[in-house]
Structures are given as structure tokens and as C-alpha cells.
């Protein structure tokens, strides 16, 4: 019926009606509600609460644009009131408009400042633009309304999370939980927030106390599994991943996730499998890209990891680890014109743990002249990068420059043996002196456009103290066998360390019996311990070893070294003894594939795995090599 045809309506029975519609949309009658408001509207189409209610009805059965229109007339009529802008807000952010939406959450805050609903609602439009500084001084306005409110302040947390104040988040999460001990939220917002912190152990407990509460949410499975992961236990991070999945079996990111379990677990036909499903499902997912190519890597298939680092750029053209992943293919395939500059990436991985130095004196990146003038080097990572390529310095030093080569205070005078010219400087004991230029040691190579044909390799550029020397041949006493040092673990917090480690357990079995074995390396882990005890043919020395120059005074009366790959490896090498590595199936980009030789040192030899995990066969031809 159109409004020419209705009966007319005294403004007192069209009051009714209105109140009657409220009345009925307040108990959830929507479409005797709905009928009423339009009746009014057929006498008075400017009626605001029927307009306005309209619209919220049309929210509320999901018909978002009507909605919209209908609250957009409302305000057009009246300007004052904020219910309407708020719930205008609201229809905004449920059809994905955040930006409109904080435009009415303004109007509605000017009209009500002290409304702490609204400022959390322009909070979560600001959190869906990606804006965590600002959604949280609107968290925190709603706080400093209404302390008790649990959402803000889980919303809160995320936001802090967002801005990386895990603290702070974890500390919002509590308050929450406090206050409402089943808000699952709160509960895997703690366990990602103890994620972040490196509190895996505890993360783990969190999400167990969520999925007690609620126990159908794969994500949480998810996340669950990923603190299995970095807790070293892929079989169980597997078996959580496949619950996520039977909750969401066709999600990319559980799919992902799971690929990622399985390749921990060396399944990696099933983790390709699992990865090239969720590319399926979702073609531009960067993540997956990324799992991709690691799997591919740690199959040895570097060109088509390579390749999938290459799709991940694609994507994300900034994505730091997939720039440095398909540098570490190149590198390990000998294409060092191409790989070296990826491997500059380096200083954007979140992962990566030195920091950039932040000097005012320009990197030198080997297109300057340096006769006469003073770069500063400086040490980056490990004490076997320091030792590795400072060699550069000599390059330098014959290039005419003064050289300042800033080293771990422990490699301090190590490092004085290398050269008379080189002013070797201990890292963070006082001011530096005045230099024109600097370079990380490990962009040394890139500067000197090193090939793996033209490393500079001499045959020990590096000296044990011999006064060390001495003292250490006083100790071990006249040679009456071959002395082997032995080195089979290295740093345990190392993120490869899994691979590169052997337990002295399995080396001892397969080496021969005559040759006295030393022990170069302070750190024991306990199960080794143990070993060592039954195993009086291996002297242990650690407590003689205070520093790295006792370390390399020991080397210096060894008749052979072997190790795996870790700083006193690189020792070895530089000080020109005959030393024997031994590689794990996929290793460090420097090593190259393939050969059983070094450019890098010229009395080093490298004995590879041809099974990932398996150091029966490169232990066998160590052997061989003791016996010729």
C-alpha cells in the first residue's frame, strides 16, 4: 500500500506505532517491528527512530548496504544523536569499511566523549587498518573509562603484541584472565604474547588451558603446535597440526603449518605434498612460498628453492629472509656474483642476532681507493666468522690502508698474530679511534668480488702464542701416539645446532683405537659427560681451556683436528693444521656442495653426509684418511 492509499495517522497513533515497533524490536520480533516502522514511514517519511531502527534491522538480518542507507537518512534529519552514528559505525565495519566507520565513530564522540563502547569500537576499525598506535590510545580511553572492561583489554594486548611490547601485552592478558577466567581469548593471547618471549614451555600450558575451555578452535591447535616445534618435538607438533586440520581441512595456514612440522620431522615428501596443497588453496599465501622453498632446500633441490624464494619476492618484494634464502642457493651453488649481495639481507631478518653499527663514516664497499686512509672492520656473529674472514685485513693492509679490526675481546690477541699492521681492538672496551671508512667482515667478500676461485686462502695466517705452546707441551708430556682433537658439539642454542652436532658417543665408536684423543672444546652437554667417563682414552682439558689462545696452543700439538663445524673448525684452518670437518647434508653456504676440499683453507678437508642425520658414512672416510 503507498502512502496515497494509507488511512491517515493522528501524530498520536503514529507515536504509538513507534513505540510499539521499539517494543517489539526489543524482544526480538524483527519482522513485527520491521512492519510497523515502514507503516510509519508511509505517513511520515522523515520519522528518525524508524528510519534509524530500520536500519538496524536491516544489520541485523545481514542486508548491510540498506542498512547503511536507511542510518545514513536517519542522521541526515538529526545530527544529534550518537546511537545512530554508532550504529551507523558499526555497519560500516561489518561491511568492511573501517575507514568510514571511524569517520562516524567521530560524529557519535563528539556528542558523547565519555562513552567507552565508542571508543573501543574505533578501536577495532583502527586495529582493521593496521593502525596499532593509534587503536591503542582508544584502548586505553575505554580503560580509563571502564577499568573492568575484558574486551579492551584483550584487544588491548593484541595491540601492544602488534607494536611489539609483549610485556605488556602478556601483563593485559593476566588482568583479563583475572576477571574472566574461561575468555579464551585472553588465554591464547598470553600463550602467543609467551610465544613471542621464547617462553615455550609456558605457551605450550596456555594453549592447553584454552583448548580445555573450548577445544574446537583450530587455531589454536595451531599455535599449539608451532610451540611443539620450538620445543623440539615435531612428532607432537604434527599430531596437533593434523587436529587443526580436521577442524579446518582446507585452510592454507594449517596446511602450511603442518608442511613446516613435517619437514622438522625429515618427512619431507609428505611436507611438500602438504605445501603444495595449501598453494593450491591460496596461490599468493608469501608464507607458504617461503615453506616451500626451505623444504626444497633441505631436499637438496636448490634451483627450485631457489625458485620459490623467487615467488616469495614476488610477493613481498621487502620479505628479508626470502632475499638471503635465495642468496644462500646461490651461494651454495657457487654462483657467488649473484648470492653475495642477497646475503646483505642479512641486517633485515628479525631472526638475524647482530645489529647494524650505526656510524656516521661511510660503508666501504670496495670502490674507493683506501691507500693512506683507516677502515675500521668489525666483527659480526660468531667467533668463527671473525676468524674466517678476517683474512681480508692482509688485503687491505697490501692495498696500502691502516687497518682497525674490532674483534670478541675474547679472540682479542688471536687476532694480534695476524698481521703487525693490523691495530686489533677488543669490541666495547672504549672509544674507537678515528677512521675514514668501515665493513662488517662478512661483507668483505662482496667488496672484494670474491669467487670461490679466488678466495684468499693462505696457509695459516694466524699463530698460537708460543709461550702457550710450551707451557701446553710441558702438560701433555712426550708424543708416545698421534694426538687427535676432537670436537663434536658446538654452540647448543644455535638454530642448526640439531644438524651439525654428533654425540661424542657415536664419534668415539667409529674412530680408531692408538691415536691419543684431546678434547678442544670447553662446553660438555651431560649425556657426553657421561661418555667421556668411559672413555679414559680421550683426556679432557676443559678446565685449562680459559681462552681461545689456549685453545689454539693445544691445536698447535695436535697431529691431526677433527670437527664439526664450528669456531674451533675455523681455528684449525687458519693456524694451518691438518684438519678434517664434518658437514651435515645440507651446510653452511661457505662449504659448497660437492667437493672435498676447501678455498678457504688450504689443510682442511670436508667428509659430508649423504643421509640427512647419518654420520656413519663421512665418520667411515675420516677413518679411511687416519689410516692413510
Same mark, same amino acid.
Given at each position: 500500500?503507498?502512502?496515497?492509499?494509507?488511512?491517515? $495517522?493522528?501524530?498520536?497513533?503514529?507515536?504509538?506505532?513507534?513505540?510499539?515497533?521499539?517494543?517489539?524490536?526489543?524482544?526480538?520480533?524483527?519482522?513485527?517491528?520491521?512492519?510497523?516502522?515502514?507503516?510509519?514511514?508511509?505517513?511520515?517519511?522523515?520519522?528518525?527512530?524508524? $528510519?534509524?531502527?530500520?536500519? /538496524?534491522?536491516?544489520?541485523?538480518?545481514? !542486508?548491510?548496504?540498506?542498512?547503511?542507507?536507511?542510518? +545514513?537518512?536517519?542522521?541526515?534529519?538529526? &545530527?544529534?544523536?550518537?546511537?545512530?552514528?554508532?550504529?551507523?559505525?558499526?555497519?560500516?565495519?561489518?561491511?568492511?569499511?573501517?575507514?568510514?566507520?571511524?569517520?562516524?565513530?567521530?560524529?557519535?564522540?563528539?556528542?558523547?566523549?565519555?562513552?567507552?563502547?565508542?571508543?573501543?569500537?574505533?578501536?577495532?576499525?583502527?586495529?582493521?587498518?593496521?593502525?596499532?598506535?593509534?587503536?591503542?590510545?582508544?584502548?586505553?580511553?575505554?580503560?580509563?573509562?571502564?577499568?573492568?572492561?575484558?574486551?579492551?583489554?584483550?584487544?588491548?594486548?593484541?595491540?601492544?603484541?602488534?607494536?611489539?611490547?609483549?610485556?605488556?601485552?602478556?601483563?593485559?592478558?593476566? *588482568?583479563?584472565?583475572?576477571?574472566?577466567?574461561?575468555?579464551?581469548?585472553?588465554?591464547?593471547?598470553?600463550? !602467543?604474547?609467551?610465544?613471542?618471549?621464547?617462553?615455550?614451555?609456558?605457551?605450550?600450558?596456555?594453549?592447553?588451558?584454552?583448548?580445555?575451555?573450548?577445544?574446537?578452535?583450530?587455531?589454536?591447535?595451531?599455535?599449539?603446535? %608451532?610451540?611443539?616445534?620450538? =620445543?623440539?618435538?615435531?612428532?607432537?607438533?604434527?599430531?596437533?597440526?593434523?587436529?587443526?586440520?580436521?577442524?579446518?581441512?582446507?585452510?592454507?595456514?594449517?596446511?602450511?603449518?603442518?608442511?613446516?612440522?613435517?619437514?622438522?620431522?625429515?618427512?619431507?615428501?609428505?611436507?611438500?605434498?602438504?605445501? !603444495?596443497?595449501?598453494?593450491?588453496?591460496?596461490?599468493?599465501?608469501?608464507?607458504?612460498?617461503? %615453506?616451500?622453498?626451505?623444504?626444497?632446500?633441505?631436499?637438496?633441490?636448490?634451483?627450485?628453492?631457489?625458485?620459490?624464494?623467487?615467488?616469495?619476492?614476488?610477493?613481498?618484494?621487502?620479505?628479508? @629472509?626470502?632475499?638471503?634464502?635465495?642468496?644462500?642457493?646461490?651461494?651454495?651453488?657457487?654462483?657467488?656474483?649473484?648470492?653475495?649481495?642477497?646475503?646483505?639481507?642479512?641486517?633485515?631478518? @628479525?631472526?638475524?642476532?647482530?645489529?647494524?653499527?650505526?656510524?656516521?663514516?661511510?660503508?666501504?664497499?670496495?670502490?674507493?681507493?683506501?691507500?693512506?686512509?683507516?677502515?675500521?672492520?668489525?666483527?659480526?656473529?660468531?667467533?668463527?666468522?671473525?676468524?674466517?674472514?678476517?683474512?681480508?685485513?692482509?688485503?687491505?693492509?697490501?692495498?696500502?690502508?691502516?687497518?682497525?679490526?674490532? /674483534? &670478541?675481546?675474547?679472540?682479542?690477541?688471536?687476532?694480534?698474530?695476524?698481521?703487525?699492521? /693490523?691495530?686489533?681492538?677488543?669490541? %666495547?672496551?672504549?672509544? =674507537?679511534?678515528?677512521?675514514?671508512?668501515?665493513?662488517?667482515?662478512? +661483507?668483505?667478500?662482496?667488496?672484494?668480488?670474491?669467487?670461490?676461485?679466488?678466495?684468499?686462502?693462505?696457509?695459516?695466517?694466524?699463530?698460537?702464542?708460543?709461550?702457550?705452546?710450551?707451557?701446553?707441551?710441558? *702438560?701433555?708430556?712426550?708424543?708416545?701416539?698421534?694426538?687427535?682433537?676432537?670436537?663434536?658439539?658446538?654452540?647448543?642454542?644455535?638454530?642448526?645446532?640439531? %644438524?651439525? +652436532?654428533?654425540?661424542?658417543?657415536?664419534?668415539?665408536?667409529?674412530?680408531?683405537?692408538?691415536?691419543?684423543?684431546?678434547?678442544?672444546?670447553?662446553?660438555?652437554?651431560?649425556?657426553?659427560?657421561?661418555?667421556?667417563?668411559?672413555?679414559?682414552?680421550?683426556?679432557?682439558?676443559?678446565?685449562?681451556?680459559?681462552?681461545?689462545?689456549?685453545?689454539?696452543? =693445544?691445536?698447535?700439538?695436535?697431529?691431526?683436528?677433527?670437527?664439526?663445524?664450528?669456531?674451533?673448525?675455523?681455528?684449525?684452518?687458519?693456524?694451518?693444521?691438518?684438519?678434517?670437518?664434518?658437514?651435515?647434508?645440507?651446510?653452511?653456504?661457505?662449504?659448497?656442495?660437492?667437493?672435498?676440499?676447501?678455498?678457504?683453507?688450504?689443510?682442511?678437508?670436508?667428509?659430508?653426509?649423504?643421509?640427512?642425520?647419518?654420520?656413519?658414512?663421512?665418520?667411515?672416510?675420516?677413518?679411511?684418511?687416519?689410516?692413510?
Amino acid at each position: 500500500m503507498n502512502a496515497a492509499a494509507a488511512p491517515a $495517522l493522528t501524530p498520536q497513533a503514529i507515536d504509538d506505532l513507534v513505540d510499539q515497533s521499539i517494543a517489539a524490536l526489543e524482544r526480538g520480533l524483527l519482522d513485527q517491528a520491521k512492519s510497523g516502522f515502514q507503516t510509519v514511514l508511509q505517513h511520515d517519511p522523515q520519522q528518525f527512530d524508524s $528510519l534509524h531502527l530500520l536500519g /538496524v534491522i536491516a544489520m541485523r538480518q545481514g !542486508d548491510l548496504s540498506q542498512a547503511i542507507a536507511l542510518i +545514513s537518512q536517519a542522521v541526515g534529519i538529526y &545530527q544529534d544523536v550518537p546511537e545512530a552514528y554508532t550504529n551507523l559505525g558499526i555497519a560500516c565495519m561489518e561491511s568492511k569499511q573501517p575507514e568510514q566507520a571511524i569517520a562516524h565513530f567521530d560524529q557519535a564522540l563528539t556528542l558523547e566523549p565519555s562513552n567507552a563502547e565508542l571508543h573501543f569500537a574505533k578501536g577495532n576499525a583502527l586495529m582493521a587498518l593496521q593502525r596499532p598506535a593509534d587503536a591503542l590510545t582508544c584502548f586505553n580511553q575505554t580503560l580509563a573509562l571502564q577499568p573492568a572492561h575484558i574486551a579492551a583489554l584483550v584487544n588491548r594486548g593484541h595491540t601492544l603484541a602488534m607494536l611489539q611490547r609483549h610485556d605488556q601485552a602478556f601483563a593485559d592478558y593476566e *588482568r583479563a584472565i583475572a576477571l574472566q577466567p574461561k575468555r579464551v581469548t585472553a588465554w591464547v593471547g598470553k600463550a !602467543d604474547a609467551l610465544m613471542t618471549l621464547k617462553r615455550y614451555d609456558e605457551a605450550l600450558t596456555q594453549y592447553d588451558w584454552a583448548l580445555s575451555l573450548q577445544s574446537d578452535q583450530f587455531q589454536v591447535w595451531t599455535h599449539r603446535g %608451532n610451540a611443539l616445534l620450538k =620445543l623440539k618435538r615435531p612428532l607432537d607438533a604434527i599430531t596437533s597440526h593434523e587436529q587443526a586440520l580436521k577442524l579446518s581441512p582446507q585452510h592454507p595456514a594449517v596446511l602450511t603449518n603442518l608442511a613446516g612440522a613435517l619437514r622438522e620431522a625429515e618427512r619431507w615428501d609428505e611436507a611438500l605434498a602438504r605445501i !603444495d596443497q595449501a598453494l593450491s588453496l591460496a596461490p599468493q599465501l608469501a608464507e607458504a612460498h617461503m %615453506n616451500r622453498a626451505s623444504i626444497l632446500m633441505d631436499m637438496g633441490r636448490l634451483p627450485l628453492a631457489r625458485e620459490a624464494f623467487a615467488q616469495v619476492i614476488a610477493l613481498q618484494p621487502e620479505h628479508a @629472509d626470502a632475499q638471503w634464502g635465495q642468496g644462500w642457493c646461490d651461494m651454495l651453488m657457487g654462483d657467488w656474483i649473484r648470492g653475495l649481495p642477497q646475503l646483505e639481507w642479512r641486517w633485515k631478518k @628479525d631472526s638475524f642476532t647482530s645489529k647494524p653499527r650505526d656510524f656516521t663514516q661511510p660503508l666501504w664497499t670496495g670502490d674507493v681507493d683506501l691507500k693512506g686512509r683507516t677502515i675500521l672492520l668489525h666483527a659480526e656473529q660468531g667467533l668463527g666468522d671473525t676468524i674466517q674472514f678476517c683474512r681480508y685485513a692482509l688485503l687491505l693492509i697490501e692495498q696500502g690502508a691502516h687497518v682497525l679490526l674490532e /674483534v &670478541q675481546p675474547t679472540l682479542k690477541s688471536l687476532m694480534a698474530t695476524l698481521h703487525p699492521d /693490523v691495530q686489533v681492538l677488543g669490541r %666495547n672496551e672504549g672509544p =674507537l679511534p678515528a677512521f675514514d671508512y668501515h665493513c662488517p667482515l662478512m +661483507s668483505l667478500p662482496l667488496a672484494f668480488k670474491t669467487m670461490p676461485d679466488s678466495v684468499p686462502a693462505p696457509d695459516a695466517y694466524l699463530r698460537a702464542d708460543p709461550q702457550r705452546v710450551q707451557t701446553w707441551s710441558q *702438560r701433555l708430556g712426550p708424543r708416545t701416539q698421534p694426538r687427535i682433537g676432537l670436537v663434536w658439539s658446538g654452540n647448543a642454542a644455535h638454530s642448526n645446532d640439531h %644438524n651439525r +652436532s654428533i654425540a661424542l658417543a657415536t664419534m668415539l665408536a667409529a674412530l680408531p683405537k692408538g691415536p691419543q684423543y684431546f678434547c678442544l672444546q670447553r662446553d660438555i652437554r651431560g649425556s657426553d659427560l657421561a661418555t667421556l667417563n668411559v672413555h679414559p682414552e680421550v683426556t679432557m682439558l676443559t678446565d685449562a681451556l680459559q681462552t681461545m689462545d689456549d685453545t689454539a696452543a =693445544l691445536i698447535e700439538l695436535m697431529d691431526q683436528v677433527i670437527s664439526v663445524d664450528t669456531s674451533i673448525a675455523h681455528l684449525a684452518g687458519a693456524l694451518g693444521k691438518p684438519t678434517s670437518i664434518l658437514l651435515s647434508k645440507m651446510p653452511d653456504w661457505r662449504w659448497l656442495l660437492g667437493r672435498v676440499d676447501t678455498p678457504w683453507y688450504g689443510t682442511t678437508r670436508l667428509y659430508r653426509q649423504n643421509t640427512w642425520g647419518s654420520w656413519a658414512e663421512p665418520l667411515r672416510e675420516v677413518v679411511q684418511t687416519l689410516a692413510r
